[in-house]
């Protein structure tokens, strides 16, 4: 009853909602309302918006369960071999490859938060009430801005490395600088509102995820959520698409200057070399996973927008639960998409877990490998130089 009372206070009218699934998801008398499982010392930290909606059917808390597992298990796993190639492999541990360990690293912590996603989805709730909700934002949070300003470091990375193949490069104390200063970047506003300093983290969706408060009205929360927008998600990307313009305007120079060249020569074409072949392919990975990074997180970016300046009426339980999938689901493709085309990673990998057939070397791959152990070679020269 006293759901039903919130409801009818907060809800807004039908006539409001479009036809079909979004107002089919208002809850009407003798349904269940979301939140109605949790303790009522908490229902203030879940905002009212949530609180109209009928609970989602038990098989939908299921299925999200299966899929945060798998999640967990593929994610968990990639990372791992990923750290475990990196810090146990002499000749990986390059100033570039400094930077995909410090992804991984950052995209462990976001697949540790799974398992408590899975037991929130069992009691369709949160399992360990505010301190478990605060605690699950907080990995997200430090995960999420960790792992975009670091996509923004190895963007830098790839730009120096390929623009500037002599000089340019990062020496290994640099790169070791830029990886802190990447923990410096995420740790701030990941904090102040675990704290309640400024915002808070709050349930959302079904209840069972949680998130920067970006619901409750006022000054203080749209300033908050334009400051986490421009702070975690705007000058990440800024970056990132400066970086990689730079290295495009670079390869393109470079090649015409080749033709030039080959032009005076009177030859057809002329090579760009092992090592500037494995550095502009190792460049394509990197920007495959910035790409799998804005395909992961803009869709939160919109909804905390959405939620704080636009219609809420399109902000449904489920239609909220599709960027938290998002995201998590980007931090467990990463690793594999760069140790599967990586030629050294995935040798290494081959080693150590040679029951995953995937990571089988082929003899298309042993001239990759060559040059990537070239490549490697030349990065170590340069910072022993």
């Not at 690293?105 to 949160?126: A, C, W």
């Not at 704080?308 to 990463?334: E, H, Q, Y």
């Not at 690793?335 to 990586?342: D, E, L, R, S, T």
Request: aromatic fraction near 14%; charge should be neutral.
């Amino acid at each position: 009853m006293i759901n039903m009372n919130i409801s009818d206070s907060f809800g807004p009218n039908a006539h409001f909602f479009r036809p079909g699934v979004m107002q089919a998801q208002i809850a009407e008398v003798g349904d269940e309302i979301l939140g109605s499982k949790i303790d009522e010392d908490y229902l203030d930290y879940i905002h009212p918006h949530w609180r109209q909606y009928k609970a989602p059917a038990a098989y939908q808390h299921f299925l999200l369960g299966i899929l945060y597992a798998f999640i967990f298990f593929m994610g968990t796993m990639g990372n791992v071999l990923v750290l475990v190639a990196f810090f146990t492999t002499k000749g990986l541990r390059t100033p570039s490859n400094l930077f995909v360990a410090n992804l991984a690293i950052f995209d462990t912590i976001m697949m540790f938060k799974l398992p408590f996603f899975v037991m929130n989805s069992v009691v369709e709730g949160q399992i360990f009430g505010k301190i478990g909700c605060d605690v699950y934002a907080l990995a997200g949070a430090i995960s999420g801005m960790g792992a975009a300003i670091t996509n923004s470091a190895i963007a830098f990375d790839r730009y120096r490395t390929i623009a500037f193949p002599l000089d340019g490069r990062l020496g290994m104390k640099a790169a070791i600088g830029l990886a802190a200063f990447c923990w410096v970047w995420a740790l701030p506003f990941s904090v102040i509102p675990f704290f309640e300093i400024w915002s808070r983290y709050a349930p959302e969706g079904y209840l069972t995820t949680c998130s920067f408060d970006y619901l409750t009205e006022g000054k203080p929360t749209q300033l908050f959520t334009i400051t986490i927008f421009v702070w975690a998600y705007i000058i990440p990307l800024l970056l990132i698409a400066l970086f990689y313009s730079k290295i495009i305007s670079h390869v393109r120079e470079h090649e015409k200057m080749l033709r030039e060249q080959a032009k005076r020569m009177n030859v057809k074409s002329l090579s760009q070399g092992d090592e500037k072949s494995a550095e502009i392919r190792i460049a394509k990975v990197a920007i495959t996973i910035v790409f799998l990074f804005i395909c992961g997180w803009t869709p939160y970016a919109l909804i905390a927008i959405l939620g704080c300046f636009g219609d809420r009426n399109l902000m449904t339980p489920t239609f909220s639960m599709i960027p938290a999938v998002a995201c998590k689901t980007v931090a467990c493709i990463d690793p594999w998409i760069y140790a599967i085309n990586h030629p050294r990673f995935r040798a290494e990998i081959q080693k150590k877990v040679p029951w995953l057939c995937f990571f089988s070397t082929n003899p298309k791959s042993s001239n990759s490998d060559t040059k990537s152990t070239a490549s490697d070679a030349t990065e170590a020269k340069a910072e022993a130089a």
